[in-house]
């Protein structure tokens, strides 16, 4: 059963936003995992960061029924030597974003870094250009990490209740930011999910195990691309 993307959207971010009631415990897992890769010295494997918000963290699901995770096992099943770290807190807006991403990629070497924020900056109404400013600035400081990083960028909408102009220049962010960047695009990380309510928790935003495995197809169909 469908509900309509105005519906959709209406509410997405709302639920983002709103897990943000505890991101300082979040964050400490996440950074309790980034210490726990890092100290794996003599694993061979490569790492892939997982950079955003509540959707990449897995709300309201088990770390391996999120996304990330899902790639994990699929890099497994391939035999790819690939760590995936999930480096997702709920609530973070590119702004907090920027101001956390050094410390995560400083931990250890990085050789893929998915970039998944934006949506919180649309519900608050943040500018666009100040988005944009911050997007580029993230790629900027792990490329100055990390000089060979691959970087695939997530894109996201916002509610059209914004302002249809707003929406116009959300949407335009992401295609040319990853043009200008020079890094690839996801174009809608919620492809085939968003505004489908059996493949989202009852909050109807974030997605169910079963949606989490659809997203994880998208974000394959683009990371294998760059994958070695």
Not at 25 to 53: H, L, M, Q, R, Y
Not at 55 to 61: D, I, K, P, R
Not at 162 to 186: C, D, H, R, W
Request: glycine share 8%.
């Amino acid at each position: 059963m469908k509900i309509t993307l105005n519906y959709l959207f209406a509410i997405l971010f709302v639920f983002i936003s709103a897990c943000n009631s505890s991101p300082k415990e979040k964050e400490k897992t996440v950074e309790k995992e980034v210490k726990e890769k890092a100290i794996e010295k003599e694993d061979p494997k490569s790492n892939i960061i997982f950079f955003g918000n509540s959707l990449t963290a897995g709300y309201g699901v088990e770390a391996e029924e999120a996304f990330p995770g899902l790639i994990q096992k699929r890099l497994d099943s391939l035999s790819y030597d690939y760590n995936v770290i999930n480096a997702g807190v709920s609530g973070e807006t590119t702004a907090s974003g920027l101001s956390r991403v050094e410390w995560v990629v400083k931990r250890q070497p990085v050789e893929i870094f998915v970039l998944e924020l934006g949506g919180n900056d649309g519900l608050r109404g943040i500018k666009p250009e100040e988005t944009n400013k911050n997007l580029r600035a993230i790629i900027d400081k792990v490329r100055e990490i990390h000089p060979d990083v691959k970087i695939l960028l997530a894109g996201m909408m916002v509610p059209p209740n914004m302002g249809q102009t707003y929406a116009s220049e959300f949407q335009k962010l992401y295609p040319k930011i990853a043009a200008e960047k020079n890094v690839n695009l996801i174009p809608f990380l919620l492809k085939d999910v968003g505004g489908e309510e059996d493949l989202n928790l009852p909050d109807g935003i974030h997605p169910t195990p079963e949606g989490h495995k659809i997203v994880a197809e998208t974000v394959w169909k683009h990371l294998k691309e760059i994958i070695k």
